[in-house]
């Protein structure tokens, strides 16, 4: 079983459209969790951390649910320029490793 | 900032021949990371370094080896490399605690 799933999409949306992605995973000693974005052949970047008490940054809102062991995204007023594939990262408590989903595609639209 | 570099970005290689990829941060990190990137599979952990002098084993380490040269420099060697091995590769590094990684620009390595 993977470590992280997400649904790979696309999610294919309008302009405006607000837009939610999940993740799963399946290690419950997972400690830090995050949000990278990660354009066409380019290196992934940080969107976000995830708070325990879930944390927004502008359009961007996330959410942690450790009891069911997943994380969300929320995109509000999508903007083209948020076409990108968003990918869910857990760390593992005393761990140095992060375990990365293979990546959620969203397409925006005129 | 240049933070994480790596080269070459792009490479070809026969079946069988030998390179090693460059890695270095400037951001006095900690530990350092080597990745995988294949269509559909996401980002899977080849190789890290905790600290200078240390390396542990990842999720596909099969083919490769790591030298953690100094604090800044992290490399990874294909001895013999296989088309299995065509992939994207990024290099990131990190400090501790509950901070973010930091990729580099990426690899692109082709095995033919």
């Known amino acids: 079983r993977k470590e992280v799933e997400q649904d790979p999409g696309p999610f294919n949306v309008p302009e405006g459209a607000t837009v939610a992605f999940n993740c799963t995973y399946s290690n419950s000693a997972s400690q830090s969790f995050f949000w990278y974005r990660q354009d066409c052949r380019k290196e992934p970047k940080l969107l976000m951390s995830?708070?325990?008490s879930g944390n927004e940054d502008g359009r961007f809102t996330a959410q942690l649910n450790r009891a069911s062991q997943y994380i969300s995204l929320l995109i509000r007023d999508s903007k083209l320029s948020d076409s990108a594939t968003y990918l869910c990262?857990?760390?593992?408590?005393?761990?140095?490793?992060?375990?990365f989903g293979s990546g959620t595609k969203l397409n925006v639209k005129p | 900032n240049a933070g994480v570099t790596q080269t070459p970005k792009f490479q070809v290689l026969k079946t069988g021949q030998s390179m090693t990829l460059q890695c270095a941060q400037d951001?006095?990190?900690?530990?350092m990371y080597w990745y995988r990137q294949d269509p559909g599979m996401g980002l899977r952990l080849i190789y890290y370094s905790a600290s200078e002098g240390t390396t542990d084993k990842g999720e596909v380490p099969n083919g490769y080896n790591v030298s953690r040269l100094n604090k800044r420099e992290f490399s990874l060697r294909l001895e013999s490399a296989a088309p299995s091995q065509t992939s994207v590769y990024f290099c990131?590094?990190?400090?501790?605690?509950?901070?973010?990684?930091?990729f580099g620009q990426g690899t692109r390595l082709t095995v033919v």
């Open positions: 990131a590094s990190r400090n501790r605690g509950n901070t973010e990684a930091f």
């Open positions: 995830v708070y325990s």
């Open positions: 951001m006095n990190h900690n530990s």
């Open positions: 990262v857990v760390r593992l408590y005393n761990f140095n490793k992060f375990y």
